[in-house]
T-cell receptor, first 113, second 116 residues
Framework: GENVEQHPSTLSVQEGDSAVIKCTYSDSASNYFPWYKQELGKRPQLIIDIRSNVGEKKDQRIAVTLNKTAKHFSLHITETQPEDSAVFFC????????????FGTGTSLTVIP | GAVVSQHPSWVICKSGTSVKIECRSLDFQATTMFWYRQFPKQSLMLMATSNEGSKATYEQGVEKDKFLINHASLTLSTLTVTSAHPEDSSFYIC????????????FGDGTRLSIL
């Protein structure tokens, strides 16, 4: 099955700096890559996603890049704010029907005011 | 839109009790729902895929007789933890995928299960 690795496991940045989280996947058939943000004890919330036919997607301060050849994708958060502090999970899914998600191990992001 | 309701949010019960958790898609039909387990400070581990009107597909290592899944309608899936023991204590989260494809999964608020 699919194996998703995520780095780093913890990340601390100063407010206003950028944060980058990287994920790699093993199955070249994966073609949908969502990113979720989870605050303590709450549900994961979709923040951005990218499909395999696109190399980059941006939504305000958040961007995701995908390198299909290298099988890795990254989340970029610019101008970080304290409220960005949370755990972020990447995931990979095979098939356009949005089948099972295989999650990365998570990155705990702390934005220091 | 795309709201998923999960109930109960927190359960504390004695060892040996069976616990049922409900997952409902409130404003869309979900042919597929997913059940995850999450330990503190760890990732979401997929337990099973629940398909409306058919048997659930369990991930390797998940006991199907221990974790009973029923997906009787397009808006409801249930997970029953049978004869729960302390090691079953965890955070259980469901997600649902709308019928229209492709679509992301939408998560419920999770159920914190504590077995004494």
């Amino acid at each position: 099955g699919e194996n998703v690795e995520q780095h780093p496991s913890t990340l601390s940045v100063q407010e206003g700096d950028s944060a980058v989280i990287k994920c790699t996947y093993s199955d070249s058939a994966s073609n949908y890559f969502p990113w979720y943000k989870q605050e303590l004890g709450k549900r994961p919330q979709l923040i951005i996603d990218i499909r395999s036919n696109v190399g980059e997607k941006k939504d305000q301060r958040i961007a995701v890049t995908l390198n299909k050849t290298a099988k890795h994708f990254s989340l970029h958060i610019t101008e970080t704010q304290p409220e960005d502090s949370a755990v972020f999970f990447c995931a990979a899914s095979i098939g356009n029907t949005g089948n099972q998600f295989y999650f990365g191990t998570g990155t705990s992001l702390t934005v220091i005011p | 839109g795309a709201v998923v309701s999960q109930h109960p949010s927190w359960v504390i019960c004695k060892s040996g009790t069976s616990v049922k958790i409900e997952c409902r898609s409130l404003d869309f039909q979900a042919t597929t729902m997913f059940w995850y387990r999450q330990f503190p400070k760890q990732s979401l581990m997929l337990m099973a895929t629940s398909n409306e009107g058919s048997k659930a597909t369990y991930e390797q290592g998940v006991e199907k007789d221990k974790f009973l899944i029923n997906h009787a309608s397009l808006t409801l899936s249930t997970l029953t933890v049978t004869s729960a023991h302390p090691e079953d204590s965890s955070f259980y989260i469901c997600s649902a995928r709308p019928r229209q494809t492709p679509q992301p999964q939408h998560f419920g608020d999770g159920t914190r299960l504590s077995i004494l």
